[in-house]
């Protein structure tokens, strides 16, 4: 498995990705090790440089709105989707809040699976003292129920390639699952991994695809992002995703 572990992560200007564009929403593709709004760092952000990018565009002399309806962790690359008017915001979130979104990440863990295909269940709760998840295997006061689809995509030495369909959307819940049994995601030095990804400022789990109705126009909305540099070379088809994730499609992946 070949991968450039050690590369410097883009500027955030030049790591601006639109996948996709329209008057209610913006979709761009996150670089790991960015965050997605500010936090005591001072870092920047993909929202910074988002509402940059439209004021930038469309010369606005004002402020730009953009409504954050989902996140991804720091460390966490792929799909974000950003509404760009408050009644897309309503609608996108009222969406997620509904399981209206189905998603597909890509992760590449240590160690091999036994199984090719399976769902994972867990029960989890964030431990903000602790600053991680925490995993259960029963029903417990506090912890809420996850569940994560995963199909293995790729083997190498001392790893495993998984594509990951979270049916629930816990905090940290693909990383808490994956390290519970005992596969970690590479470089997720939290959650027990050994190895280091950009200088341990990202993980190899990406959000690969989004799918769901638009909010506003209501066609089939398909996003896509593809691996970055860092990954290994993993054979990932939107074509086939898309089939599997859209609203008509058949769970056959």
Same mark, same amino acid.
């Given at each position: 498995?070949?991968?450039?572990?050690?590369?410097?992560?883009?500027?955030?200007?030049?790591?601006?990705?639109?996948?996709?564009?329209?008057?209610?929403?913006?979709?761009?593709?996150?670089?790991?090790?960015?965050?997605?709004?500010?936090?005591?760092?001072?870092?920047?952000?993909?929202?910074?440089?988002?509402?940059?990018?439209?004021?930038?565009?469309?010369?606005?002399?004002?402020?730009?709105?953009?409504?954050?309806?989902?996140?991804?962790?720091?460390?966490?690359?792929?799909?974000?989707?950003?509404?760009?008017?408050?009644?897309?915001?309503?609608?996108?979130?009222?969406?997620?809040?509904?399981?209206?979104?189905?998603?597909?990440?890509?992760?590449?863990?240590?160690?091999?699976?036994?199984?090719?295909?399976?769902?994972?269940?867990?029960?989890?709760?964030?431990? !903000?003292?602790?600053?991680?998840?925490?995993?259960?295997?029963?029903?417990?006061?506090?912890?809420?129920?996850?569940?994560?689809?995963?199909?293995?995509?790729?083997?190498?030495?001392?790893?495993?390639?998984?594509?990951?369909?979270?049916?629930?959307?816990?905090?940290?819940?693909?990383?808490?699952?994956?390290?519970?049994?005992?596969?970690?995601?590479?470089?997720?030095?939290?959650?027990?991994?050994?190895?280091?990804?950009?200088?341990?400022?990202?993980?190899?789990?990406?959000?690969?695809?989004?799918?769901?109705?638009?909010?506003?126009?209501?066609?089939?909305?398909?996003?896509?992002?593809?691996?970055?540099?860092?990954?290994?070379?993993?054979?990932?088809?939107?074509?086939?995703?898309? !089939?599997?994730?859209?609203?008509?499609?058949?769970?056959?992946?």
């Amino acid at each position: 498995m070949k991968m450039n572990m050690e590369q410097k992560p883009a500027g955030v200007k030049e790591s601006l990705k639109i996948l996709y564009e329209d008057n209610h929403l913006l979709a761009i593709e996150k670089p790991g090790g960015l965050l997605i709004q500010g936090d005591r760092t001072g870092d920047p952000t993909l929202l910074e440089a988002a509402k940059a990018y439209l004021k930038e565009k469309y010369r606005k002399p004002g402020g730009v709105y953009l409504g954050l309806v989902h996140r991804l962790d720091r460390v966490t690359s792929g799909v974000v989707l950003l509404a760009k008017t408050s009644k897309a915001a309503a609608r996108l979130s009222e969406v997620f809040r509904e399981g209206g979104v189905r998603k597909a990440y890509l992760a590449v863990v240590e160690g091999h699976l036994s199984e090719e295909a399976g769902i994972m269940k867990a029960y989890l709760r964030w431990d !903000a003292r602790l600053g991680r998840t925490l995993v259960s295997e029963t029903p417990r006061e506090g912890f809420r129920k996850a569940v994560t689809g995963f199909k293995v995509v790729g083997r190498f030495k001392g790893s495993t390639a998984l594509l990951l369909f979270p049916e629930t959307g816990r905090k940290h819940q693909l990383r808490a699952q994956l390290a519970h049994i005992g596969h970690p995601v590479m470089g997720d030095r939290r959650y027990g991994s050994r190895r280091r990804v950009l200088s341990g400022k990202a993980i190899l789990l990406h959000a690969l695809a989004l799918a769901l109705m638009h909010p506003i126009k209501r066609f089939p909305l398909f996003l896509f992002a593809p691996l970055p540099s860092y990954f290994p070379s993993i054979p990932c088809e939107s074509k086939d995703l898309k !089939a599997f994730l859209l609203p008509d499609g058949q769970n056959n992946f």
